[in-house]
């Protein structure tokens, strides 16, 4: 037997290792130390058969002795009993009778110094600002190693009684204390103490325990680290209050803009000002200030002191007044009280004081910037001595500018409507009264927010060889723009499909010319040919929602159409088209993602909904007209905001 093999017979854990550091052969001490069958740690590195944490140690070991050198550090091994295991191994170079190099690494027995397995606990415990300490059963004391001094500090003497430790934590925590000493189980967690000393100095202390066998043969001890977090705990107190109030002042502020830019009205706008701008800004009242036609007409929630209401009720604008001087020079202007007031403005407020109210602090925000159009003016009051700090003063004026825009936008709002409505009537189509063979019904209802016009569109006419062309199309946005772009891609479709009746062909030719005018915009499309006479349907799509097939006998099925890409986006496209029948018992359903997609419907949910209804309501016998009718009022019942087209054709 080679007399290196004499080395793997000790007690201790021992095993032999090829210089790159795979394991050559163990012995079982080693294997049961690694928690691991023999068989299982034999050919691989030794560094993978230890945690992560210690695989740097071990590789660094075994590459010392391949190099002739011996390497000794303490390894932390954990335990299948729960316990970790502590114990000093020593990597050393050996060489076998036929001369092979090989490394042999081991355990040293310490039961005379187990002092040293502790340094590298202490050395850890101090890089990371704990305290370390040993808990003896035995004789129910916590004995002090080292580590952090401020927590070394709590300790009066170098061990300390159990009873002294209990009396001196707090009533609600002491069977936390003894679940930590008694360290069934590995503890992954911090666990909360609340201390205080003999002077009255109360800590918050986390602390954690785990049971360590020092050496392989070892005694089993339960040590302890405790973390000061007294400040860390004040610190974290004062920031979540300090994070709730910014949160709430946040939540607050975000729901008034929210309101600002909701409002449809002069009226909406003031509710929105008076019941919520006081309150914001920890104000006791607010009023609103608006100019009409070179007059101030003012509002206010009631709680404005009377004796500065009275004066601002009604007045012109060039009238010298903080209110009126802040709307025309639009700088905001802040009073501290009634005193600076009369001080600044001594014509203001001539009245007895027995005519006034409470003494009050005054801020004024303009609505918008100064200019030849004046918006208005917010203003709210405060107790005397406030003063509105730089981030409060910074959200006013950001808010009262939004409150500015939606005076703008709601002013403005009638023309643009009128002219919206007056593009959407040129941009929709009038159905023909008469397709052979067909019957054809369509609904339209624009957004149900901002400008009463959308993108949206269906387009129905009569080709020269008796076919019909039906489509149906959302272009991007919903504005005046997006019934611009909603005309152009119609009308190139239209002029299209006079010289190349197919579908696909349209749909490529529309999507080529999208592209080369740079179009700012893109747009879906579903587009059929119909031969009324066989039924024969061609159709395409360019990223439009699927067609609905509903039948008389109340069975629908979904159609998803060939096709390609959006309309305006990717340029040389193709549009493949299919080919299939409309039988005479069953009518087309083509719509816009506004029927069928909202904020709680899903597309394949949408599509089984609108489907359901179009099958019962020509089961009833209903005609396209009624049919289309009943689907565009369920999407509207359900508050979708979209846009709303519905175009159903039926074979006569």
């Not at 860390?232 to 729901?255: D, N, P, Q, T, Y």
């Not at 003494?359 to 910037?369: E, R």
């Not at 740079?518 to 039924?535: E, K, N, T």
């Amino acid at each position: 037997m080679d007399a290196s093999d004499e080395l793997l017979r000790r007690a201790e854990p021992s095993a032999l290792l090829y210089p790159d550091g795979i394991v050559r052969s163990l012995n079982t001490a080693m294997a049961t130390s690694l928690d691991r069958p023999a068989e299982q740690c034999v050919g691989r590195y030794a560094w993978e058969l230890v945690p992560e944490s210690q695989r740097p140690v071990v590789e660094r070991m075994v590459t010392h002795a391949s190099r002739q050198r011996l390497a000794m550090r303490v390894l932390d091994l954990p335990s299948p009993d729960g316990a970790s295991l502590a114990f000093l191994v020593e990597a050393r170079p050996v060489t076998t009778d036929g001369g092979e190099q090989l490394v042999w690494l081991h355990s040293l027995n310490v039961q005379k110094d187990l002092g040293s397995l502790l340094m590298p606990f202490r050395l850890s415990a101090r890089a990371a600002g704990l305290g370390l300490c040993i808990y003896h059963p035995e004789v129910q004391e916590l004995e002090w190693l080292g580590g952090a001094a401020d927590v070394g500090a709590l300790f009066p003497e170098a061990s300390v009684s159990l009873p002294w430790v209990v009396r001196h934590v707090h009533p609600d925590d002491r069977d936390s204390l003894r679940r930590l000493l008694a360290a069934e189980a590995p503890q992954r967690t911090w666990t909360k103490l609340r201390f205080h000393t003999d002077h009255g100095d109360r800590y918050e202390l986390a602390c954690q325990t785990r049971r360590v066998r020092l050496g392989y043969d070892g005694p089993e001890q339960v040590f302890g680290m405790i973390r000061d977090d007294t400040k860390h705990e004040a610190r974290r107190k004062e920031m979540l209050a300090r994070l709730g109030a910014e949160r709430r002042r946040a939540g607050e502020i975000a729901e008034f803009s929210s309101a600002l830019i909701r409002t449809a009205s002069e009226q909406e706008l003031q509710q929105v000002v008076l019941t919520r701008l006081a309150a914001t800004f920890g104000g006791t009242s607010a009023a609103l200030a608006l100019v009409d036609h070179g007059h101030l007409s003012v509002s206010s929630d009631g709680g404005f002191p009377s004796w500065h209401a009275d004066e601002v009720r009604s007045m012109d604008l060039d009238e010298r007044q903080p209110l009126t001087q802040v709307i025309r020079t639009g700088k905001p202007q802040f009073i501290a009280d009634r005193k600076e007031l009369l001080r600044c403005w001594p014509h203001v407020c001539a009245a007895p004081p027995e005519r006034g109210g409470p003494d009050v602090a005054i801020s004024i925000t303009p609505l918008g910037p100064a200019g030849d159009h004046p918006l208005g003016a917010w203003v709210v009051t405060y107790e005397s001595g406030h003063r509105p700090s730089l981030d409060e003063t910074a959200f006013t004026l950001t808010l009262a500018e939004l409150a500015g825009q939606a005076l703008v936008r709601i002013r403005s709002q009638q023309a643009r409507v009128e002219l919206a409505t007056a593009v959407q009537r040129t941009m929709l189509p009038k159905l023909p009264e008469h397709l052979p063979g067909l019957r054809v019904a369509a609904r339209y209802r624009p957004s149900g927010s901002g400008l009463d016009i959308g993108g949206d569109w269906y387009d129905a006419f009569l080709m020269p060889d008796g076919t019909v062309v039906l489509e149906i199309g959302d272009a991007q946005g919903h504005d005046v723009d997006a019934a611009a772009f909603m005309g152009q891609v119609r009308g190139s479709m239209r002029a299209i499909a006079a010289h190349e009746p197919d579908p696909g062909t349209v749909l490529r030719n529309a999507n080529q010319l999208l592209v080369a005018m740079d179009a700012p915009r893109f747009a879906s499309c579903s587009m059929l040919r119909i031969d009324s006479g066989s039924g024969q349907v061609t159709g395409a799509s360019a990223g439009h929602v699927p067609l609905l097939c509903a039948h008389d006998d109340g069975s629908h099925d979904v159609r998803r159409l060939s096709g390609g890409p959006l309309l305006g986006i990717l340029p040389d496209a193709d549009y493949p088209q299919e080919t299939f029948t409309l039988d005479k018992d069953t009518a087309l359903v083509m719509v816009t993602d506004g029927v069928v997609e909202g904020p709680d419907l899903t597309l394949d949910a949408g599509l089984e909904q609108t489907g359901t209804l179009a099958a019962q309501a020509l089961h009833d016998g209903l005609s396209p007209e009624e049919t289309a009718g009943r689907i565009l009022d369920a999407a509207i019942a359900s508050n979708n905001p979209d846009d709303i087209a519905v175009l159903i054709v039926r074979r006569a």
